[in-house]
């Protein structure tokens, strides 16, 4: 069963607005990563926050991670058209000897 | 060199065709994967390779055959694919054979079609 679920599925914004996606997830984790694809390109490492983290920062990215909760956002601040993008997080389910995508979110920053 | 080099880019086969698909890092990474995306969905492991030893087979049908030859490289042999196998396969590595709890470094993967 899919570890990590998306909101919303997909979203589209204006260039310079700020675009938030949610992640949840099932069972208990070590960390939690994001993760970019460009269509039809390989995916690109954004961010791990590790379970005892609550918040991370890298450049116009913020991170958050409630595991009360069992959920994490991301937030893209500024957006450009560059940003358009899919949109996916990764987590290790406890036990798991792998690292399991979500949906992803289909983000479109229009000019 | 931070890449990871997936060739060919594109690959169109015959059902009874073999075909291999390639990976390559220098970045001394000891874990390499092979992922399979359908369109608009996530990535699916497939195949987990640690410091050159199958560690993970993710119940893959046997038409789809892994090798690592040496640390640096990954192949996915294919032979007597069915149309349903057409997909974006991406090869990844990561610096340990931890990949859930490290970074995984993608390649731009290879488009498949099988006709």
């Known amino acids: 069963s899919q570890q990590g679920e998306e909101d919303p599925q997909a979203l589209s914004i204006q260039e310079g607005e700020n675009a938030t996606m949610n992640c949840s997830y099932k069972t208990s984790i070590n960390n939690l990563q994001w993760y970019r694809q460009n269509s039809g390109r390989g995916l690109v490492h954004l961010i791990l926050i590790r379970s005892n983290e609550r918040e991370k920062h890298s450049g116009r990215l913020r991170v958050t991670l409630d595991t009360s909760k069992k959920s994490s956002s991301l937030l893209i601040t500024a957006s450009r058209a560059a940003d358009t993008a899919s949109y996916f997080c990764a987590t290790d389910a406890q036990g798991a000897q792998k690292l399991v995508f979500g949906q992803g979110t289909r983000l479109t920053i229009n000019p | ?115």
């Open chain 2, 1 to 115: 060199d931070t890449e990871v080099t997936q060739t060919p880019k594109h690959l169109v086969m015959g059902m009874t065709n073999k075909k291999s698909l390639k990976c390559e890092q220098h970045m001394g990474h000891r874990a390499m994967y092979w992922y399979k995306q359908k369109a608009k969905k996530p990535p699916e492991l497939m195949f987990v390779y640690s410091y050159e030893k199958l560690s993970i087979n993710e119940s893959v049908p046997s038409r789809f055959s892994p090798e690592c030859p040496n640390s640096s490289l990954l192949n996915l042999h294919l032979h007597a694919l069915q149309p349903e196998d057409s997909a974006l396969y991406l090869c990844a590595s990561s610096r340990e054979g931890q990949g859930r709890f490290e970074k995984l470094f993608f390649g731009s993967g290879t488009q498949l079609s099988v006709l």
